[in-house]
């Protein structure tokens, strides 16, 4: 295994992947799980962030302490990355969030932007990608390629499934990116699983379509 992956070990992030998982979850709970399990990703995704040194003046005296030393940048990808913010911010108030919206061309599963409301200079901040799904993997390879290109240095991904076909392709480029999700699944779908109603290129066992599930939108 990699040495920047990290599936979470945590027994709360299993059980909560589980419900994640039931087909018979419905969009709001979906949702607030998903809020869920972002927090604790936050935590755990944020352990080597840099501090500085403040004193503190406590109700009996001055003391040492520590302040948070980094600017920090979300980037969810659109749509399903969306659901990851709240939940990364309620660790993370100081920080701020841009939107890089893709979807994956049904047949070739390419990624195309749509939108990109990254700001100009970001090149001193430390950037969590968030989306929940990292299946070929060519979605966040994208997101990483525009983030570098305006100069940002210090790059995690933060998502909740992450099939081995996405870490291997997100890794090939990009070594540097430390991967921090809730589980490796066993493998992406191919035309051997028409059966299960889902077309080639989503994780399995998965959970499904992460957007459609998250907002109750259904697929035709
Ligand atoms: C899904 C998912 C990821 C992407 C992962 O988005 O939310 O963004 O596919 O696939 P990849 O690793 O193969 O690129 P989708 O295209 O379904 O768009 P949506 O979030 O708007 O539903």
Redo the contacts with the bound molecule.
């Keep these: 295994m990699s040495e920047n992956l990290f599936p979470s070990a945590h027994p709360l992030v299993a059980h909560k992947l589980t419900q994640l998982r039931d087909r018979t979850t419905d969009f709001r709970r979906f949702r607030s799980i998903v809020d869920e399990l972002a927090m604790i990703l936050a935590y755990e995704a944020t352990r080597d962030l840099p501090l500085r040194a403040v004193t503190v003046q406590t109700p009996l005296t001055i003391t040492q302490g520590v302040k948070m030393d980094a600017r920090i940048g979300l980037v969810p990808?659109?749509?399903?990355?969306l659901g990851m913010v709240d939940g990364m911010l309620d660790l993370l108030p100081q920080a701020e969030v841009w939107h890089l919206g893709?979807?994956?061309d049904e047949h070739t599963?390419q990624?195309v932007i749509y939108y990109n409301k990254l700001p100009t200079d970001l090149s001193k901040h430390h950037c969590f990608v968030l989306?929940?799904?990292?299946?070929?993997?060519?979605?966040?390879l994208a997101a990483v390629d525009i983030l570098k290109e305006r100069g940002v240095m210090k790059i995690k991904f933060v998502g909740l499934l992450a099939a081995p076909e996405?870490i291997a392709a997100l890794h090939r480029k990009h070594p540097d990116v430390m991967i921090h999700v809730a589980i490796i699944d066993e493998r992406l779908t191919t035309e051997a699983d028409a059966d299960a109603g889902f077309p080639p290129?989503f994780i399995w066992p998965g959970l499904g379509?992460?957007?459609?599930r998250q907002f109750g939108t259904i697929r035709d």
Excluded: E, K, N, V
């Excluded at 989306?131 to 966040?140: K, R, V, Y």
């Design positions: 990808i659109l749509r399903a990355g893709f979807y994956r599963l990624p989306d929940p799904m990292l299946a070929t993997g060519g979605s966040a996405g290129g379509d992460a957007g459609d």
